[in-house]
C-alpha cells in the first residue's frame, strides 16, 4: 500500500522564513486596512503580473466580482460554462447575465469561432478563462470585442506565472482577476489579485475593497469588507520568492506525465503545446475517451483512490447543468465543453510530486 497522494498541496516556504516576515507586525500591531505587507506584494506583482496597476482582496471571487461592478457593466456577459463555479456566481452575483459560449476541445479555452454569433444588443462584456494556465486566445477575442465595443475581463485564476510571446496573462484584457488560494502555484493562503490598465477602474476597486469609504466622514457606494491582511500579505512575499523553485519542480512531474501519457489511444492531456507560451504547470487534466482507451474517467478515479490518490473531475459539472443555472440553461448547446466536463479528470501536480510520484500514478492508470 503506497502513501496516501492527494491530488494537490500547498507550497509552503520555509517556517523560519515567514516567521521572519511577520515579526515587525508584533511591534507595528497593523494587521489589515492596507499595511506595509499589503502595499509591498500589490508593488511587487505589479511587477511580476504584466505592469498594470494591481489591487488585493481577500479572495479571487471578491476580486472578480467587485470588478466587474467597478466597471459599471449592464446587462449580459459572455462567457464560458467550462469553469469553477466562481466566475458565473460572481457575474450573476455582479447584476449581469451569464451566457455561455463553447470552448475549444484541444486545451478548454474560449472558442473564439463561437463567441460573436452570441453578441447581442445588450452585450457588454466577455469573461474569458486561461482555464488550467492555457492561455485563451487574446488576439481573437480582443479583436472582436473592439470591433462590438465590448470590455474583456479575464478569468486568470490558474494563470499566474502563465505568458505568450513575453507577454504575461495579467497584462491581457482590460482586468485580470487571480486567485491566490492556498491550492494556486502561487498563493497567499487566502488572496485574490485584479490587474487593471484603467486608474478610474482602479480607484473604484480600492474603495469598493473598503466598504465604499472615502474618508473617515464619507462613504461613497455600498460595499463589501474584501481587503487583504498582512499575514496573508506576507505568505505571498515569501512565497513569491520561490516561484521559479516552485514552478520548476512541478514541471519535472508535469514532463514525467506527459512522456508517460501522451501518445497513449484515448488519452488526451489538456494542455497547450505551444512554443511561445511560458507554461506555469498549475493543473495536469487529462481526458479519458471510454471508447478508444476502454474505460471512463469514472473508473480511473476510481482504480486510483482504492490506491489512495486523488483525483478530481475538474470542471464538473457544466456551470450550465448545476441546480442553479440548469433551468435557465440548455447544456446541450455547448457541446464540446459538455463532451470536456464528462471526460476531464485532474491528476495529482503539486511541487513535492515528482518523477517518482508521477511515475507511480501513470503506472495505475495504465494498468486497465
Known sequence: MGKQINVTRSSMPP???????????WDSRWLTNMGEKH??????????LGGKRVSLFTNGHMAL???LQAMGLEGEVITTPFTFVSTTHAIVRAGLTPVFCDVKESDGTLDPDKLEALITPRTCAIVPVHVYGNLCDDEAISAIAKK?????????A???????????????????????HATKVFHTIEGGGICCADPAVHRTLDRLRDFGILDAEHVSMPAPNAKMNEFCAAMGLCNLRRMDE??????????RYMERLEGVPGVHILLQKDEALIPNYAYLPVTFDPETFGE????????????????????YPLMSDLTCYREQYDSAATPVAKKLASQVLTLPLFEELGAEGADRICDIVLRH
Do not use: C, P, T
Open 15 to 25: 517556517f523560519e522564513e515567514y516567521v521572519e516576515e511577520i515579526r515587525s507586525l
Open 39 to 48: 502595499n509591498q506584494l500589490e508593488q511587487k506583482l505589479q511587477e511580476v
Open 65 to 67: 466580482e467587485l470588478v
Open 148 to 156: 462590438h465595443g465590448l470590455k474583456v475581463i479575464y478569468d486568470a
Open 158 to 180: 490558474h494563470a499566474f506565472g502563465a505568458s505568450r510571446n513575453g507577454v504575461a496573462a495579467g497584462a491581457l484584457g482590460d482586468a485580470a482577476m487571480f486567485s491566490f
Open 246 to 255: 516552485v514552478i520548476a519542480a512541478r514541471k519535472e512531474a508535469a514532463v
Open 296 to 315: 471512463g474517467r469514472n473508473d480511473v478515479m476510481s482504480r486510483l483512490a482504492a490506491e489512495h490518490i486523488g483525483s478530481r473531475k475538474y470542471f
